[in-house]
Each structure stands twice: as C-alpha cells, then as structure tokens.
C-alpha cells in the first residue's frame, strides 16, 4: 500500500536563475556554466522534496534573437564545475546527476520581446540537502549568443514541494 507524505510546506518558488548569460556562448551540444541553489528548510536545514514545475525563458537586453532552445537541463546534488561551452561532464559527475528536464523547440511560446516553455510532466525528487545544482545542454542548432554584439539570456524558475 503506497504511503501518503505530508508536504512540510506548500509549495515554494525557487526564484529566477540564470543558465546562460549575457555574453556566454554556447554551441550546439555545449553546457551552460553549473548554477547552484538553496533548498534548505528553516535555519538552513537540508530538505527533501520533490519539483513539480519548471518554466524556462529566453530574452534579450538590446541585441540578438528570440529562440526556442532545445535541450536538456541537468539537476544534480553536487556542483559539476562546468563552464559555460564546455562539451561534457566528467564521469565523476555523472552519478550525482538526480534529475534532467527535456525542453523542446515546441515547448516554447515566442514573441517579439521573449519567449518561455513550462515543464510540467517531468517531476524531480531530490534527498535532503541544501543546494541542489544545475547546468543546462543546448541540443538546438542554434547557438545563443554566437554573435559578438548578441545579448540573449537563458533563465528558468522551479517550484517544488518540500518533505523535510
């Protein structure tokens, strides 16, 4: 009989984190740089929880284009101190990856001032701990920032549920 788990507490909004930033390149089949954030519980206790939402957006301050990057954002419990345009991590960082999001080209509604994609059917549990990490693989053709003068950003906001 599958057991029911009390949420410590509703559901919490991770804030706006930037993967990729103004004047970071990355290529198709690059990494953006490893983003790190806090999930702990009250008085900086570890907490476990699960995150059922993620919505990514792309934008630019003056100069570039509006994409709908394809790819796939890594969540992991431990800082894979990747950069942005590198092209793989390390093995020894493969088994603290807890968790990935695919974002597709469709999954983006686009405009002439943004565009964003919401992720909703792909659940991440992660153990108790107070940072978790992330770092996002751009699998579209399509580079961001390829430009010299480009100023597009990759951001995303993540809501979950905490159990401890």
Avoid: C
Avoid at 54 to 65: I, P
Avoid at 91 to 112: M, N
């Amino acid at each position: 009989m599958p057991r029911l788990m009390q949420p410590f507490a509703g559901v919490q909004e991770l804030g706006l984190t930037e993967l990729i930033g103004i004047g970071e390149t990355v290529d198709q089949n690059d990494y953006s740089g490893s983003v790190s954030a806090d999930v702990s519980g009250p008085n900086s206790t570890p907490a476990s929880g699960v995150f059922e939402q993620f919505t990514f957006y792309q934008t630019t301050d003056d100069n570039g284009a509006m994409l709908s990057p394809a790819g796939t954002r890594f969540v992991l419990d431990a800082d894979p101190a990747v950069s942005s345009g590198d092209t793989a991590l390390a093995a020894a960082e493969w088994p603290t990856v807890i968790g990935q999001v695919d974002v597709k080209a469709v999954d983006w509604r686009v405009d002439d001032n943004g565009s964003s994609a919401t992720i909703t059917d792909t659940p991440i549990w992660f153990h108790g701990l107070a940072t978790l990490y992330f770092t996002f693989k751009l699998t579209s053709a399509t580079s961001i920032n390829s430009a010299a003068d480009d100023d597009e950003q990759l951001e995303f906001n993540g809501w979950y549920v905490r159990y401890s």
